[in-house]
């Protein structure tokens, strides 16, 4: 499953206004919204005082090119890769090949799409620091239409402009600071537990008693429940033995739109015209998100009528993040449903295949693990960690970043450009579909020496890499539509790896091969990891 991928991802790939749309992988496939001709472009060299989003290369009086000198793969050769080499599974590993080839600046086409891909540390730099106040990743017009069809509001993955803005203003004051989230610690500890428990009743299933098989379907776990006892205060049972119906059901809606790649990218791709003999795909897609949307409005409803209950028995509310939106009334009721159901649809995937990652590198990497685990026994001895611990855990950090660099969920990110720019020497008309390449710029050995190796202390503060605008490895993107769940995934992943470390060592069964990434929307495991868990005394 990978939902928030094939959006983030995918969803740039989608041709904005065409009714024969294309869905496209961002980061080789390149398709534009262009809204001048690549002929204009040519013609019109821009002068730096008319396009204020122009960078010095004007004024320094070099030649700037239009997009027809880009290089790039053709179309075919791009059709040959992604339907007959099966690159819709190699999407990071295509990134890499192009940018190698092509360089750090290329487009591709896939029929009439272009997409300019950018693998370049300072460039991504350059078009984030010119972001507007309302940036825009791609295009969501099938996620509207599903939204408009059932009189459903957007959230803040598929909203735009100041509809975007205003839902965002009200999201970022709540959820965007390390403080914010710190206030959830007891409540993601909780969850915590449960998955310790869970991996210890799992491996007794096993003759070793130690290995517990596919990683990722227990941290799916971990991530949803976590997620959700955030998002609806409440818990939903994901780690129990029987899981219950209401929530197995959102995860089969989930399953269904996702294991369904296929169906998100379909229904966006194929033009509204062909629904009548083509109509499954729609229909899945829809039928998906009543799903989503059904769970996350009973969620909320049921918060609501506590809330009223407390306030006619004169007792004082108390709660979090939903009690806060409902009371306050700074969004309206479907906003808070839409932006719940958004939100936890990229708060799980996104986490898991992160954890999964980050418990298979510690297996592979017996001395790394050793080290972090002894700072967290100098830190804590064998006491719960709390938010505030973590500062003192720079391993921890470093750990969830090296991962996150090695694998980053979302190997490439949208955006749209509102402005005219000129990007590496080359003229980018507004309305052009950027693709940054996190992936390419992550592995490069400009930005990380001895990229392919797993080193979690090269993030150590000491190396002055550790700042918020390293452009070399931007997992969760960067300024005002970076991902808002950012900080409370690392609540889930430092809390989780913390209580993991100080209960087993962690090490790779017999069991698992070479894993290898693949990309389904996100970048995730290409085949099962499966660990033992072995008690530390
Ligand atoms: C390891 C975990 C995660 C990673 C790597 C991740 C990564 C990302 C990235 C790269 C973006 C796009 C940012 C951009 O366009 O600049 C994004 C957007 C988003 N993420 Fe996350 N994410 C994670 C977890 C979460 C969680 C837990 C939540 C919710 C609680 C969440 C909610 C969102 C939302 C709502 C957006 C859209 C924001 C907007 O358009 O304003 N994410 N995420």
Redesign the pocket.
């Known amino acids: 499953m990978a939902l ?1 991928g094939s959006v ?1 991802n995918a969803a740039p790939l989608l041709r904005a206004g065409s009714s024969s749309r294309l869905l496209l992988p961002v980061s080789a496939l390149h398709g534009s919204s262009t809204s001048r001709s690549l002929d204009s472009a040519a013609a019109a060299p821009a002068s730096a005082s008319e396009h204020p989003g122009l960078s010095g290369e004007v004024a320094e009086g070099r030649q700037v090119k239009s997009l027809r000198e880009m290089p790039g793969p053709g179309a075919i050769s791009n059709l040959i890769e992604f339907f007959y080499r099966d690159g819709f599974s190699r999407i990071h590993e295509i990134q890499l090949e192009h940018s190698q080839k092509y360089g750090k600046i290329f487009k591709s086409r896939f029929g009439p799409q272009l997409v300019v891909s950018i693998a370049d540390r300072d460039l991504v730099a350059q078009v984030l620091r010119a972001e507007g106040p309302t940036p825009q ?1 791609g295009n969501m017009e099938s996620w509207k239409e599903y939204r408009d069809l059932r009189g459903r509001s957007t ?3 598929s909203a735009e402009s100041d509809e ?1 803005l205003d839902m ?1 203003s009200v999201l970022r004051q709540l959820i965007m600071r390390p403080r914010d989230v710190a206030a959830f610690s007891d409540d993601v500890n909780g969850v915590v537990f449960d998955l310790v428990d869970k991996v210890r009743r799992l491996r007794c299933q096993q003759p070793d008693g130690l290995t517990v098989f596919n990683i990722n379907d227990l941290f799916f776990k971990y991530a949803m429940e976590g ?1 959700a006892s955030i ?1 609806y205060e409440t818990r939903l049972g994901c780690l129990e033995d029987e899981i219950p119906k209401m929530s197995q059901e959102y995860i089969g809606a989930l399953h269904l739109m996702f294991s369904s790649f296929k169906t998100t990218m379909y229904a966006g791709a194929i033009p509204k015209w062909m629904r009548p003999v083509l109509p499954k795909p729609w229909e899945e897609f829809c039928s998906s998100w009543d799903g989503l949307f059904r769970f996350s409005q009973i969620h909320v409803d049921k918060r609501l009528s506590d809330i009223k209950k407390k306030v006619e028995q004169g007792e004082e509310v108390k709660g979090g993040l939903l009690t806060h939106l409902l009371v306050t009334k700074e969004m309206n009721l479907e906003e808070i449903y839409a932006n719940m159901t ?2 936890l649809l ?2 799980v995937d ?2 898991s295949f ?1 954890l999964s990652w980050a418990t298979y590198l510690l297996a592979k990497h017996p001395t790394v693990q050793q080290e972090i685990y002894e700072e967290i026994t100098q830190v804590l001895g064998g006491r719960v960690p709390h938010a505030d611990d973590i500062s003192q855990l720079p391993l921890i950090r470093g750990l969830v970043k090296e991962t ?1 660099r090695l694998f ?3 190997p490439g ?1 949208g955006r749209v450009t509102q402005d005219d720019l000129i990007v590496g020497g080359y003229f980018i008309p507004k309305g052009t579909q950027l693709a940054l390449c996190h992936y390419s710029t992550s592995m490069d050995e400009e930005n990380f020496p001895s990229a392919e190796e797993f080193r979690p202390d090269r993030w150590l503060r000491k190396d002055a890499l550790d700042r918020v605008d390293n452009f070399g490895s931007i ?5 005002i ?6 900080r ?2 690392e609540l889930e ?1 430092h809390l989780s790896l913390t209580q993991l470390l100080q209960k087993f060592r962690i090490e790779v069964s017999p069991l698992t091969g070479d894993v290898r990434a693949k990309t389904h929307g996100l970048l995730c495991p290409g085949s099962s990891i499966n660990l033992k868990f072995v008690d530390r005394v």
Do not use: D, H, K, Q
Request: aromatic share 8%; charged share 15%; with cysteine.
């Open positions: 928030l983030l990743r959230g803040l993955i975007w965002r997620v998002l958004e939100m990229a708060g996104t986490t992160t996150l980053p969920v979302l990110n997992p969760f993107g960067y300024g539509r970076s991902c808002v769940g950012r409370i995934a992943m």
